[in-house]
């Protein structure tokens, strides 16, 4: 079991600056593969980025690549996701997810029901 807190949303001017921290609880935070999605009013939670257990491995779709940065310590048991020169279009509500399980394919880390922890979400908004 792991319980995931987000923290670090708010109101940011376009082009602005944020840093997401999502706090897990547990000893075994480090097998954790850990991903970020986020939901806009009226649309369905939209994958962001992920990243394995030793950061080796990360990926980001394509509309955020170049401008957000997943990260992990996991000595402070902490995820993180500074999202650089943001839009209009990045407003949403942040969620953080976990899973344990291993899938060769990274697609596969893209799709909500593959993790199996979630926490309660974080604000972002992002005016023009």
């Known amino acids: 079991q792991v319980q995931l807190v987000e923290s670090g949303g708010g109101l940011v001017q376009a082009g602005g600056s944020l840093r997401l921290s999502c706090a897990a609880s547990?000893?075994?935070?480090?097998?954790?593969?850990m991903g970020w999605f986020r939901q806009a009013p009226g649309k369905g939670r939209e994958f962001v980025a992920r990243?394995?257990?030793?950061?080796?491995?990360?990926n980001y779709v394509e509309s955020v690549r170049g401008r957000f940065t997943i990260s992990r310590d996991n000595a402070k048991n902490t995820v993180y996701l500074q999202m650089n020169s943001l839009k209009p279009e990045d407003t949403a509500v942040y969620y953080c997810?976990?899973?344990?399980?291993?899938?060769?394919?990274?697609?596969?880390?893209?799709?909500?029901?593959?993790?199996?922890?979630w926490g309660q979400g974080t604000q972002v908004t992002v005016s023009s």
């Open positions: 997810a976990a899973t344990l399980k291993y899938y060769s394919s990274s697609y596969v880390y893209s799709q909500t029901q593959n993790y199996d922890y």
């Open positions: 990243i394995n257990y030793s950061a080796t491995s990360i």
């Open positions: 547990g000893r075994t935070f480090s097998s954790y593969v």
